[in-house]
């Protein structure tokens, strides 16, 4: 599978202020997404990142809150925007690699807390 | 969209014996339905998967089987070990449409398995 990396793996960020959390592959992948897991919870997808073009954001997500850039096909970015506690959560990216059709890998993960 | 309900939320067996989860999902179309192992503190990992023109796929100790036309489908281990105490999940995926649901998972809210030594 491919190799996943996130940075920064965790933060304590203060309310108002933003976070942009960084996602690099090892290998060019198909497609990339970024999905939110809060606290004991399932994960839910905020967003498809596409190369080059604006993200599709699901229901419930909009782009002013979470900006995702994907400026080529190993690397993307999300941005946690004006934190408030309740943005507190694991954010995970994840890919659908060329070489595994549909499956899909995760990312470590970014433990964000908002005071 | 697409939804999808797990069941048991909690599950605890003693070590050796089988374990069963199960989901359904709402779109008949979804047509790639994957399993993943979440450990405290760790990414999920898939761990086994199953496409919608297959019935059934094993894998050691892990086997999955789908019923398409009740839109159900179950995750199964033999002989539980307590290594397999983790957060299990299963997903659904619809086809692609226009290249932006391609690969897009709906998750189930999680089966918390504990195997007891």
């Known amino acids: 599978s491919a190799v996943i990396s996130q940075k920064p793996s965790r933060d304590i960020c203060q309310r108002g202020t933003s976070l942009t959390i960084q996602c690099q592959v090892d290998s060019q992948v198909t497609m990339m997404f970024w999905y939110r897991q809060q606290p004991g919870q399932s994960l839910t997808l905020i967003a498809t990142?596409?190369?080059?073009?604006?993200?599709?954001?699901e229901s419930g997500f909009v782009i002013d809150k979470f900006p995702i850039s994907r400026p080529n096909l190993t690397f993307s970015t999300l941005t946690v925007s004006n934190m408030s506690p309740e943005d507190s959560s694991i954010y995970l990216c994840?890919?659908?690699?060329?070489?595994?059709?549909?499956?899909?890998?995760f990312g470590p993960g970014t433990r964000l807390t908002v005071l | 969209g697409e939804n999808v309900e797990q069941h048991p939320s909690t599950l605890s067996v003693q070590e050796g014996d089988s374990a069963v989860i199960k989901c359904t999902y709402s779109d008949s179309a979804s047509n790639y339905f994957p399993w993943y192992k979440q450990e405290l503190g760790k990414r999920p990992q898939l761990i086994i998967d199953i496409r919608s023109n297959v019935g059934e796929k094993k894998d050691q100790r892990i086997a999955v089987t789908l019923n398409k036309t009740a839109k159900h489908f179950s995750l199964h281990i033999t002989e539980t070990q307590p290594e397999d105490s983790a957060v299990y999940f299963c997903?659904?995926?619809?086809?692609?449409?226009?290249?932006?649901?391609?690969?897009?998972?709906?998750f189930g809210q999680g089966t918390i398995l504990t195997v007891h030594p």
């Open positions: 990142a596409n190369q080059g073009s604006e993200a599709t954001y």
């Open positions: 997903a659904a995926s619809l086809p692609r449409s226009g290249g932006t649901s391609y690969g897009k998972l709906t």
């Open positions: 994840s890919v659908v690699s060329l070489s595994f059709l549909n499956e899909q890998f």
